[in-house]
């Protein structure tokens, strides 16, 4: 079992940062693709940005640029760096873990709200 805990949401002013942060446990941290998506009110939920085991990152084309993704060996958690934050960033962010051991297996925080008001 995997158990993924987020932390870091709030509300920031358009232009303002965060910082996401996600817990797991020790297994996640070095055998998953970790992650984080979104999810808007009405809309589905979207990947933002993921870190494979080997450090490689993808992220989604509207927040490239923006946010940056990493992991801290030393606590076993993946943040999320978020700059220059618009409206449209506002949604629960979620942390994800994927795991592949002879087939797929995912594994979700229960998600942080991140609101961009003026």
């Known amino acids: 079992q995997v158990h993924l805990v987020e932390s870091g949401g709030g509300e920031v002013q358009p232009g303002g940062s965060l910082r996401l942060s996600c817990a797991t446990s020790?297994?996640?941290?070095?055998?998953?693709?970790l992650g984080w998506y979104r999810q808007a009110p009405g809309k589905q939920r979207e990947l933002v940005a993921t870190i494979t085991t080997r450090d490689n990152t993808n992220y989604a084309d509207s927040v490239k640029g923006r946010f940056t993704i990493s992991k801290d060996s030393a606590k076993n958690t993946v943040d999320l760096q978020m700059n220059s934050l618009k409206p449209d960033d506002t949604a629960v962010y979620y942390c994800?873990?994927?795991?592949?051991?002879?087939?797929?297996?995912?594994?979700w925080g229960q998600g942080t709200q991140v609101t961009v008001s003026s």
């Open positions: 020790g297994s996640a941290f070095s055998a998953a693709t």
């Open positions: 994800h873990a994927e795991v592949v051991l002879f087939k797929r297996y995912d594994f």
